[in-house]
């Protein structure tokens, strides 16, 4: 291992003077409790390093020992169901409430392990050892490292097996032998390897109507989410990850607050996924780096994040990352680059900020693995702006890598209408693409009702304009109509509430007969205005109160009434149709 | 390691002293700075060389030579020492007594800059508070460990408010107040007859005994109103997670803080950011802020209530906008509501308690507290809009439906929001109730039909049609 001796030492950021060779971006430790560092600039015999953690008390002198490595993190079946930190190592079992720097990884704990592979097979890399099977989590399979392969000359019996012990010894191309564990280290900066990428025509099915029926993320794909703070960003993000169809969802609380991170700790054993009926817990990793831990760390935490959701998605299985926020990923990156001295790009940001971003959501996709089978990543990013403002750096730059943006509106958020997307500034593109899936849903009329919902909240948009200039009774009953269409597409459809019981989570199946519902009274509305039917009465009608709370009163279990529904709404109709003129406005 | 450290200066920039390296102390150590004026000024160890150190003087530097400038070294990063007995006494902006009494009998040592909850020891705060305020208990419900801040301007009666929510703060049910309460304010950069209105509010109330002040006035040195609430914090930490007490502490004014924060940064020469504050603003006020909460298996709480006056009234700005990135929300106070003498002034549509949800419902408060606060929001949203159509096309130009909202808007300011005594939070409940019965059933969408039976009257049911 090289050593180093710290010449000069301000904050975060340290120079020493190095007896040995030092790689860059090699993760170093600093001083006797071996805070973790990276090297980020070489000079002759002088590094400059990064420190992840609190460095006071630091001096000239302290010693820098270099790991040989760059900034790696363990992989094995011990991460579904914790909570780590930026650098993933693990917050519970502390003895401190508080976190003093100096953080230990994680003590490899015992699996009951059933190989897969026997002594003389050919092991490529990336290949499955074996299964591996804890209390409270889900079974995982055991990976042989993306760069690693061989033939195998032993392997360990099925039965309790500790993370670090070896799981069997492999003969590799040039006659050496490694052994391999049921946990890797990968480098958090460098993508996973992969056999090929494969294209996307299944949406990732998040519960939320807003988002599945009318801005749908492909599984794989990658949705962003700005709002000022207040709109809801961590209430839909946690919407999500509670609701979502992915097999593995790693929760990344970057800078964000300590009791949410509490929140989620405190809710998710309790509840249980919609698909397998296990604890929610056992299929999710959650990364905190709260907005008071070192800030160098939260920068590497978001690395952190997408490189264990790709080591899940590398075992076949479908991962969603959700990232809360990105912002604060920025601003890190900002703050660093500035005790660098680097030169500051737009907003101070340094120039590479772009690139970064791109270089992040690129690791969205949908794979197949080394191993095979299909594999996906799906990224949601939270993107807090300064003041709401969606033209600054973060968000600009976001919205040209993304497919999905859900914009949050903070008129919504201030009447407490929940999710706080705002359907005309948010938007998915290819969406029309998940029209079979919605068929084979069960819902063949999803593209011309999307269609006619989106149109419809446009032109209430600019009606809404128009009636602030010259009244709304003012406008033509026609128009009229359509506030009254929209306004009940927002209410019924668009509002979903998060802390409702039966409305948290809404099938596909359920979205898509409310939405037909909602697109027949359209037409019936539409009819009857036409033959002189005033809107007036089609508000009066008793089937709108109805309509419009059955979201929260209509469960997945019950869509059926959704039909009884209609058949009354349809009976209304037709007896304001034969009630003469019928348009006879009351209380006016 | 204590070590005096004579004539080793070499040079005077701003805050900064620069000393030739003749001790072996570590970053972020404090010192004392002595100047030939015989003054003694807090700093910290900023920066490390091989043969020089930089100091962070945390006073003014003025009046400092090289000559004759003392710098000793007290081998550790900023302590403050605690006891129960800091309850009921006045403290400078660093923690020295200035109420004439003895110094404080530490029991321990704490350094301030405290250490981040490790998130897993959080326990998630749910005791619902009650304060007596419509607009908090029923619209946005405080919870104990929970930070909630005051956004308010110039002029606006934020002090008031403050006062009278740490004077009737206490758990739903209770007559009195909890006996393991205490109160820790922190005054930074505030007008003296600020700091003497907090100090004779909590005295008439009783409450002076189980308070800690803390007090950086206005004309005192702008760069120590950085530490001020980190000894205020630190103060209340003990007392919360040591001492075992339910602490409220109330840091006013966070935008002082936050001005002494760009003064210092610009004078060491960082690359500002927006409207000239640090990039680093948001951790640094996180670091504040963060200290609050609950612990698993720990008896007392801390909760935050701080004041920040918003420049020229604007929520954008950002020493607000990046305060309600951190905080659990955020009561706004209204200019327009006060200039109409509505007391308080809350500004329901921007105010939010994000940990509401945890604290009310039927475990807390009521089953139908969530409901109903859904729903006064949604209705006074459409209020507000109505009230901007009519501005424009006249009352006369509105819709049935419409001028219903209009006087619902304007009975839910002079009834709900505007109030003289404390309300317990069923009179709150009933209040709204009340004021819903003036819309029509179609319009209840929060509600559902046994809510509304049960609360708003059957009398407008089927209303409209």
């Known amino acids: ?588 | 390691m204590r070590l005096t450290v004579e004539g080793a200066a070499t040079r005077l920039e701003g805050p900064l002293l620069f000393l030739r390296r003749t001790v072996d102390a570590g970053l972020g150590d404090a010192v004392e700075v002595r100047g030939a004026d015989g003054r003694t000024r807090l700093g910290r160890v900023a920066a490390l060389d091989a043969d020089a150190m930089t100091i962070e003087v945390l006073e003014s530097t003025s009046g400092l030579s090289l000559a004759g400038t003392v710098v000793r070294f007290i081998g550790e990063p900023l302590s403050f020492g605690l006891a129960p007995s800091i309850l009921g006494r006045v403290f400078n902006g660093v923690g020295q007594p200035i109420d004439g009494g003895p110094p404080v009998a530490a029991r321990e040592r704490y350094p301030i800059d405290g250490l981040p909850i490790n998130p897993v020891a959080r326990a998630s705060p749910r005791d619902f508070i009650e304060t007596g305020i419509t607009t908090l208990d029923l619209m946005n419900s405080l919870v104990r460990g929970q930070k909630l801040p005051l956004f308010s301007g110039g002029g606006l009666p934020h002090d008031r408010l403050a006062v009278e929510i740490a004077g009737h703060a206490r758990l739903r049910g209770a007559a009195a107040r909890d006996e393991a309460f205490a109160i820790v304010f922190a005054g930074i950069g505030v007008p003296w007859e600020s700091a003497e209105y907090f100090r004779r509010s909590l005295e008439q109330g009783g409450a002076l005994e189980r308070t800690a002040l803390f007090l950086n006035l206005a004309s005192d040195s702008s760069t120590q109103r950085l530490l001020t609430p980190r000894y205020a914090l630190t103060a209340a930490e003990y007392l919360a997670f040591v001492e075992g007490r339910h602490v409220l502490a109330i840091l006013t004014d966070m935008t002082n803080y936050a001005e002494a924060l760009r003064e210092v940064s610009s004078s060491k020469g960082e690359v500002p950011s927006r409207k000239g504050f640090p990039g680093y603003m948001y951790s640094d006020l996180a670091t504040l802020f963060e200290r609050a909460g609950c612990l698993r298996g720990m008896g007392g709480t801390l909760t935050q209530l701080s004041i920040l006056t918003m420049p020229a009234d604007d929520i954008g700005h950002p020493i607000p906008d990046l305060t309600g990135y951190i905080t659990e929300g955020q009561i706004v106070l209204s200019r327009d509501l006060d200039r109409r003498g509505v007391y308080p002034p809350v500004n329901v549509l921007p105010s939010l308690s994000r940990l509401m949800k945890d604290g009310i419902g039927a475990k807390y408060t009521h089953a139908d507290h969530p409901a109903l606060s859904a729903q006064l929001y949604a209705a006074y949203a459409r209020a507000v809009q109505a009230r901007v159509l009519a501005s424009v096309v006249g009352e006369e130009g509105l819709g049935d439906t419409d001028r219903r909202y209009l006087a619902f808007g304007t009975a839910f300011e002079r009834t709900l929001v505007s109030q003289t005594g404390a309300r317990t939070l069923e009179e709150s409940m009933d209040l709204g109730w009340a004021l819903l019965t003036g819309l029509p059933r179609t319009e209840l969408t929060r509600l559902s039909d046994a809510q509304i039976a049960a609360h708003a009257g059957g009398g407008e049911a089927g209303s409209g049609g």
């Open chain 1, 1 to 588: 291992m090289s050593r180093a001796s710290i010449r000069w030492i301000s904050g975060p950021v340290l120079r020493a003077t190095a007896s040995g060779p030092f790689a860059m971006r090699e993760a170093v430790h600093v001083g006797d409790a071996r805070l973790l560092g990276e090297v980020v600039r070489i000079d002759g015999d002088e590094i400059v390093v990064q420190v992840y953690e609190d460095t006071t008390g630091f001096r000239p002198g302290t010693a820098v020992v270099g790991t040989g490595a760059p900034l790696s993190i363990p992989l094995g079946p011990g991460l579904l169901g914790n909570i780590f930190d930026g650098l993933l190592r693990p917050l519970a079992g502390a003895a401190s409430a508080f976190v003093h720097p100096g953080m230990r990884r994680a003590e490899p704990r015992a699996f009951a392990f059933v190989p897969r592979i026997a002594v003389g097979d050919v092991v490529p890399p990336g290949a499955i050892l074996g299964e591996a099977t804890g209390e409270g989590i889900r079974p995982q399979a055991c990976l042989a490292p993306p760069d690693v392969g061989g033939v195998a000359l032993s392997v360990a019996p099925a039965g309790e097996l500790r993370e670090d012990a070896t799981a069997c010894t492999l003969r590799l191309a040039d006659g050496s032998t490694r052994e391999l564990s049921l946990a890797h280290s990968w480098p958090v900066r460098v993508p996973r390897p992969v056999a090929r990428r494969v294209s996307s025509l299944t949406p990732l099915v998040t519960g939320q109507r807003v988002i599945d029926s009318l801005f749908p993320v492909a599984l794989g794909g990658k949705a962003a989410v700005p709002g000022g703070f207040g709109t809801g960003k961590t209430v839909l993000l946690e919407a999500l990850a509670k609701g979502c169809n992915a097999d593995v969802i790693v929760y990344l609380g970057c800078g964000e607050r300590g009791n949410e991170m509490a929140g989620v700790l405190d809710e998710f054993p309790g509840l249980t996924d919609p698909r397998t009926g296990r604890p929610l817990m056992e299929r999710t990793v959650i990364i905190a780096n709260t907005s008071n831990m070192p800030v160098a760390a939260r920068e590497a935490s978001i690395y952190s994040a997408i490189t264990v959701a790709e080591y899940f998605r590398d075992q076949g299985l479908g991962v969603a990352l959700m990232a809360d926020s990105t912002s604060r990923w920025a601003e890190a990156l900002r703050e660093v680059s500035g005790r660098f001295g680097e030169l500051p790009g737009e907003g101070g940001y340094p120039a590479y900020l772009s690139s970064r971003i791109a270089d992040f959501y690129e690791r969205a996709a949908v794979v197949e693995p080394l191993c095979g089978g299909t594999g996906s990543v799906t990224v949601i990013g939270a993107i807090s702006p300064p003041s709401g403002d969606f033209s600054e750096p973060v968000t600009s730059h976001t919205k040209r890598y993304v497919k999905a943006f859900w914009a949050l509106d903070v008129k919504r958020a201030q009447a407490r209408f929940y999710p706080a997307i705002h359907p005309l500034q948010s938007y998915a593109e290819g969406a029309e693409a998940f029209a079979p899936w919605w068929t084979a849903e069960g819902n063949s009329e999803w593209t011309a009702l999307r269609r006619r919902f989106l149109t419809l909240l446009d032109e209430e948009a600019r009606l809404e304009r128009m009636a602030r200039i010259i009244g709304k009774d003012a406008l033509p009953v026609r128009q009229q109509l359509t506030l009254l269409c929209a306004s009940l597409v927002n209410e019924a459809f668009l509002r979903q509430s998060a802390l409702s019981e039966i409305d948290r989570v809404c099938t596909p199946a359920r979205q898509g007969a409310m939405m037909r519902v909602l697109g027949r009274f359209i037409e019936l509305a539409e009819r009857a205005v036409a033959s002189g039917t005033h809107p007036d009465a089609i508000a009066a009608l008793a089937c709108l109160r109805p309509l419009q709370r059955m979201g929260e009163e209509i469960g997945d279990g019950e869509v059926g009434r959704i039909a009884a529904l209609q058949a009354d709404m349809e009976r209304e109709f037709a007896s304001l149709a034969t009630r003469e003129g019928g348009g006879d406005a009351p209380d006016r």
